[in-house]
C-alpha cells in the first residue's frame, strides 16, 4: 500500500514539474514580444539596430503606418528574400518605438486602387511606381518571363508621407539579364545591409520635421537653368533651400547649414574668398563641385571633331590648398566610362551611329568604407579633373570616389578630340589607376587669411558683428570635386531627365545618391548616417553544383528524415510488443 501511494506522489510531482516548465516557457516568449530588440548570433550584427536608430524610433509619439510594396505570388526568390529581411526589420522597429509602429505589405496593383487607405493622387502614384519600377528576368523550365517589381516602401505619420527605395543606390542592370543571379543577390544583399539608413533617414524627416537649410551661391557665372532642375527638386525633397549671391550680403551667415558652390565660371575675388573663408572657419560646411577646366560637350559639338581646353583660373587654389586639398589642371580619361552615340562609319549618305564607351566621362567607384560612398552603383563625372590632397594640421580628409585600374591624366592645356576612342584598345595608353576626383575634408580649418589682412578689415568686420577668426574652434566639413556636372542633369526635349541619367540608355547612375548621402552627412547631428557602414557577408551556395547534387539533396532532407521515422516506429512497436506479449 505504501510503495502504491509513494508511486502516485512521485507521479503527481512530475506533473507539476511538467506544468511549471510549460508555464515559465509561456511566460519567456510572453516577456520576449515585449522586450525591444532580437539576440543577435550573427558576427555582422545583421539584426541588430544601432543606438542614434533606437533613439529616433523612441520619440516616435504617433502611430506611424509603413506599407510595403513587396507582395505577390510572382515574387522572384531574390525579393521574397528582401521581403522576409524587411519584415524582420520592421518588427525590430516596432518594438523599439513601444508598438507605435504599424507596417504592412501589399501588391503595387492594390495600393494603386485602394484610395481609401492611400488617398494619394493617382498620377503621382503612378509615376511614383514608374520611376522605381525593377523588371527582371527570370528563365525556368516552363520558359522565360519578365516580371515588375517595385521594392518601395509608403511611410505615413502626422499626416505626412516619406517614401523609402529599398534599391536606392544600387545597380539594376543585373536583373535584365537572367544568367546574372549571383549579381542580383549580391546587389540585393547590399540593400538589406543599407535598409536601416534607408528607412531611418526617411523616419527622421518625419519626426524632426524642420531640416538644416541648404544655400546655392551665386555670384561667380554659376548655372541657373533648367540644368539645375533635378539637383535643387532633389535638395527640397529634405532641406529648406535658396540661393544666396555672395556679392549682396556682408558676409555668409552662420545660420546656413550647407553651403553649394556649382560650376562658377568667372574667378573668385579676394572678398568673396574672405566670405567664405570665415564660414568655413567658423564651423561651416561647404561642396566645391568645380570644373578647372574650360570645356564640355557643347563646345566640342559646336567645333566638330575636337577642342582644345584650358584653365578657367577661379582664383580658388589658394584657399583649398589652405584646406588640404589641391584641384590639378589636367584631364582625366578612363576606359570604364559610360556609353554615348558615335558616328562609325557612313552607307551611302547615312552616318551609321553606334554607342561606344566615351573616356572623357568615367564611372566612379569608392575604394572607402565611409559613410557617404560606401556600396554605392557608379557615380559619372564628365571632363573631370583630379584631385589631390596636401598637408594640412588638424584636417582628417578621405578620399570617396576614384577612377579604375584603366586611366589616364593629361595636363592643360589638352586637346578634346573624338580620336580618343581609337585608344581603347591600346592597354598602354591607360596605364593609370585609382585617380582621386571627391574627396572630403573634416576638421578645424585655418584661415587663409591670418595675418594678411589689415586693422581697417578687421575692425569693419568686428563692427558688422562678425569678428575676424584666424583659428577655428568648431569643426567644418569640405567636399571637394573636380567636376560640377555629376550634379546637373541632362535635357531632352521632353524636359529635364534626372542628374546621372544617360538620355541615350536611359540608364540613371548614383550621383543623386552621392549628393544626398553628402548632405545627410554633413546635416547629421544624431549620428543615423553611422548605419550606412553595415557590410553583409553573402553566404551562397555554388548555383553549379548545387544542380548537380539536387537529388542527393533532396533524398538526405526529405528521404533520410521518413527512414530514421519509419526505423524508429518499428523499433518502438517491437519493443512494446516484447514488453506486453
Known amino acids: 500500500m505504501e510503495k502504491i501511494d509513494n508511486q502516485h506522489k512521485g507521479n503527481k510531482n512530475k506533473w507539476l514539474y511538467s506544468i511549471l516548465m510549460v508555464a515559465a516557457m509561456i511566460v519567456i516568449i510572453l516577456l520576449t514580444n515585449f522586450l525591444p530588440g532580437r539576440l543577435d548570433l550573427t558576427s555582422e550584427g545583421r539584426y ?3 543606438q542614434p536608430s533606437k533613439t529616433l524610433l523612441s520619440r516616435i509619439d504617433e502611430q506611424m503606418q509603413i506599407t510595403v510594396l ?5 515574387l522572384p526568390s531574390g525579393f521574397k528574400k528582401l521581403q522576409q529581411a524587411t519584415r524582420v526589420f520592421l518588427d525590430n522597429c516596432r518594438n523599439y518605438s513601444k508598438q507605435k509602429i504599424v507596417y504592412s505589405f501589399v501588391t503595387p496593383e492594390e495600393f494603386l ?10 498620377t503621382a502614384k503612378i509615376e511614383w511606381l514608374k520611376s522605381t519600377s525593377i523588371s527582371q528576368y527570370e528563365v525556368d523550365k516552363s520558359g522565360s518571363r519578365s516580371t515588375s517589381i517595385n521594392p518601395v516602401a509608403l511611410i505615413a505619420y502626422k499626416g505626412e508621407y516619406a517614401t523609402v527605395n529599398l534599391m536606392d543606390g544600387q545597380p539594376n542592370k543585373g536583373f535584365t539579364n537572367p544568367n546574372e543571379s549571383v549579381m542580383q543577390y549580391e546587389t540585393i544583399n547590399v540593400a538589406e545591409a543599407q535598409m536601416e539608413f534607408n528607412f531611418v533617414s526617411a523616419i527622421n524627416a518625419l519626426v524632426n520635421p524642420q531640416p538644416k537649410s541648404v544655400a546655392y551661391l551665386l555670384g561667380n557665372g554659376e548655372p541657373t537653368g533648367p540644368e539645375t532642375f533635378d539637383l535643387s527638386q532633389t535638395i527640397k525633397a529634405r532641406f529648406p533651400f535658396f540661393v544666396l549671391n555672395i556679392d549682396n550680403h556682408p558676409f555668409i551667415s552662420d545660420s546656413i547649414d550647407v553651403l553649394l558652390i556649382v560650376k562658377p565660371t568667372i574667378p573668385f575675388t579676394q572678398a568673396q574668398k574672405l566670405k567664405l573663408d570665415q564660414y568655413i572657419v567658423k564651423g561651416g560646411k561647404v561642396l566645391f563641385l568645380l570644373d578647372q577646366l574650360n570645356g564640355g560637350m557643347d563646345t566640342l559639338r559646336a567645333n566638330g571633331k575636337e577642342v582644345t581646353i584650358y584653365s578657367r583660373g577661379l582664383n580658388l587654389d589658394d584657399l583649398l590648398f589652405k584646406y588640404g586639398a589641391r584641384i590639378n589642371n589636367d584631364l582625366v580619361e578612363d576606359k570604364q566610362s559610360d556609353m554615348l552615340p558615335q558616328t562609325v562609319g557612313m552607307i551611302g549618305d547615312q552616318p551609321q551611329i553606334q554607342l561606344l564607351p566615351w573616356p572623357y566621362f568615367p564611372l566612379l567607384y569608392s575604394q572607402s568604407n ?13 571632363f573631370p ?3 589631390d590632397t596636401v598637408a594640412a594640421p588638424d584636417i582628417t580628409k578621405n578620399i570617396l570616389l576614384t577612377t579604375g585600374n584603366t586611366a589616364k591624366k593629361t595636363g592643360a592645356p589638352t586637346l578634346v578630340t573624338v580620336e580618343v576612342l581609337k585608344n581603347l584598345q591600346n592597354a598602354s595608353y591607360y596605364k593609370e589607376a585609382n585617380i582621386p576626383l571627391a574627396v572630403l575634408l573634416e576638421g578645424h580649418f585655418k584661415s587663409l587669411y591670418a595675418n594678411r589682412i589689415g586693422k581697417s578689415v578687421t575692425d569693419s568686420m568686428a563692427a558688422m558683428g562678425t569678428p575676424f577668426v584666424a583659428q577655428s574652434d568648431k569643426a567644418g566639413k569640405i567636399l571637394v570635386t573636380g567636376d560640377a556636372d555629376w550634379v546637373l542633369n541632362a535635357l531632352t526635349k521632353n524636359g529635364p531627365l534626372e542628374m546621372g541619367q544617360n538620355p541615350y540608355t536611359q540608364y540613371v547612375f548614383a550621383n543623386k545618391n552621392f549628393l544626398q548621402n553628402t548632405l545627410a552627412y554633413f546635416t547629421d547631428e544624431s549620428g543615423i548616417m553611422a548605419s550606412r557602414s553595415k557590410n553583409f557577408t553573402l553566404r551562397m551556395l555554388d548555383p553549379k553544383k548545387l544542380e548537380a547534387s539536387k537529388t542527393g539533396w533532396q533524398w538526405l532532407n526529405i528521404g533520410l528524415p521518413l527512414v530514421v521515422l519509419l526505423i524508429g516506429g518499428a523499433i518502438f512497436q517491437y519493443l512494446r510488443v516484447r514488453r506486453y506479449r
Open 48 to 50: 541588430t539596430i544601432t
Open 70 to 74: 513587396l507582395e505577390g505570388e510572382k
Open 113 to 122: 486602387a485602394n484610395k481609401e487607405r492611400f488617398p494619394i493622387d493617382d
Open 370 to 382: 565611409h559613410p557617404i560612398a560606401k556600396n554605392l552603383d557608379a557615380v559619372i563625372m564628365q
Open 385 to 387: 579633373n583630379s584631385v
